[in-house]
């Protein structure tokens, strides 16, 4: 199993970034996909999920902002980052789920966002 997170890099406040994250070695479709972040010095805080049937959820510090989407025929999922603060910087990890199967994380993808 592989989730390849892709996208990240460095944008000015106010700015977007799209991030990517290709998953292999498992049925895509069947899977909860989420993004987390790590900012330094902080906890890993759970960002944005999508269930396998589709419904999404945020967290507080990002509804409006960002958007979860997923192509079960491309076994990607996207995390689409708009308005960035300087608080959205860390690095971004893409992790999926499924009941009874485990977990699986991705290597993650640094975004910075300068003020």
């Known amino acids: 199993v592989q989730l390849q997170a892709s996208g990240g890099g460095l944008v000015q406040a106010g700015g977007s970034l799209r991030l990517s994250c290709a998953a292999s070695?498992?049925?895509?479709?069947?899977?909860?996909m989420n993004w987390y972040r790590q900012a330094p010095g902080k906890q890993r805080e759970l960002v944005a999920t999508?269930?396998?049937?589709?419904?999404?959820r945020y967290a507080d510090s990002v509804k409006g902002r960002f958007t979860i989407s997923r192509d079960n025929a491309k076994n990607t999922v996207d995390l689409q980052m708009n308005s960035l603060k300087s608080e959205d910087t860390a690095i971004y990890y893409c992790?999926?789920?499924?009941?009874?199967?485990?977990?699986?994380w991705g290597q993650g993808t640094l975004v910075t966002v300068s003020s």
């Open positions: 070695g498992i049925i895509f479709s069947a899977w909860t």
């Open positions: 999508i269930t396998d049937g589709g419904r999404t």
């Open positions: 992790h999926g789920a499924r009941n009874f199967r485990g977990e699986y």
